[in-house]
């Protein structure tokens, strides 16, 4: 039973020993200023907010956009060795850290915001790579990557579009697909069996370069991944999850918008060739 464990047995109010509590007594004022208290915020009450996880969402970017200032400074001003190891240092550290953080079950503030600093390492170099063979083509991708968000957002908002079981099954399998592509595509590249530079997306179908193509739907994944980054928020918020998981949120929001700038650079690159 209950009462024969010591945590209950000595304690007066479980072994009858104890008078029984009054109730307190709070007078009509009382009760009045009680009411016309105002709601607890989901901060005190530590439940997720879009507020929260906007603010966290912004502070990742701070922090990507500070590493990608430094390698792309670097390749600018003529550092390109070192714009190129800090570059190749981020990419390593962010795939690593972006495996930890997706595979975790509570999310990590402090690695999170580590893995958007090393992302920032990464896509400054690349960035300032390309950008030195084609003028201006950092601002057309970023350019491209707001139209895409703000788009999906809108439409996400007004409700549109939503993410379904059956299109997340989809989503699913042809991210699989795209992955074994790329794979594929890379080890080709590196073997210099296919010498160009982006590889197989090198090749033209009908005309039409296969980087072009493959690109257009990789676009489509990332506003899909957009979908289901923005439903595990407004899901989230509204169940009351723990306000950590807001990291989550902002963590999956980075990688999902890399992912499309750097899909986008790589359409505008293949179309400028």
């Known amino acids: 039973m209950a009462l024969d464990n010591p945590a209950f047995?000595?304690?007066?109010?479980?072994?009858?020993?104890?008078?029984?509590?009054?109730?307190?007594?709070?007078?009509?004022d009382g009760l009045q200023e009680m009411y016309d208290r105002p709601a607890a915020t989901t901060a005190e009450t530590g439940r997720m907010s879009y507020e929260d996880t906007i603010v966290k969402t912004v502070l990742c970017f701070v922090l990507l956009l500070a590493g990608a200032v430094v390698t792309f400074a670097a390749i600018s001003?003529?550092?390109?060795?070192?714009?190129?190891?800090?570059?190749?240092?981020?990419?390593?550290?962010?795939f690593a850290l972006g495996l930890v953080n997706s595979f975790k079950r509570e999310p990590s503030a402090a690695l999170i915001l580590l893995y958007s600093a090393l992302e920032g390492l990464a896509i400054g170099g690349i960035s300032g790579l390309f950008e030195l063979r084609w003028s201006g083509i950092v601002v057309q991708?970023?350019?491209?990557?707001?139209?895409?968000?703000?788009?999906?957002?809108?439409?996400?908002a007004s409700g549109k579009v939503r993410a379904s079981k059956r299109a997340t099954k989809v989503?699913?399998?042809?991210?699989?697909?795209?992955?074994?592509?790329?794979?594929?595509n890379l080890v080709l590249m590196w073997t210099n069996v296919v010498p160009d530079a982006f590889g197989l997306r090198s090749v033209d179908v009908f005309g039409i370069p296969l980087g072009l193509i493959i690109g257009v739907f990789a676009v489509v994944l990332?506003?899909?991944s957009l979908v289901l980054d923005f439903?595990?928020?407004?899901?989230?918020?509204?169940?009351?999850?723990?306000?950590?998981?807001?990291w989550t949120g902002a963590f999956g929001l980075v990688m999902t918008l890399v992912w499309l700038y750097l899909e986008i650079l790589r359409i505008i690159a293949i179309f400028r060739n």
Do not use: H, M, W
């Open 9 to 28: 047995s000595r304690n007066p109010v479980f072994n009858g020993k104890g008078k029984p509590a009054q109730a307190p007594t709070i007078s009509a």
């Open 77 to 94: 001003f003529g550092a390109v060795g070192l714009g190129l190891g800090l570059t190749i240092v981020g990419a390593l550290g962010a």
């Open 141 to 156: 991708a970023v350019l491209g990557t707001l139209a895409v968000f703000g788009v999906v957002l809108a439409l996400f």
């Open 171 to 184: 989503f699913l399998v042809a991210l699989i697909g795209y992955a074994v592509f790329s794979l594929v």
């Open 222 to 224: 990332c506003a899909y």
């Open 231 to 246: 439903d595990f928020i407004k899901r989230g918020v509204e169940s009351g999850a723990p306000r950590k998981f807001g």
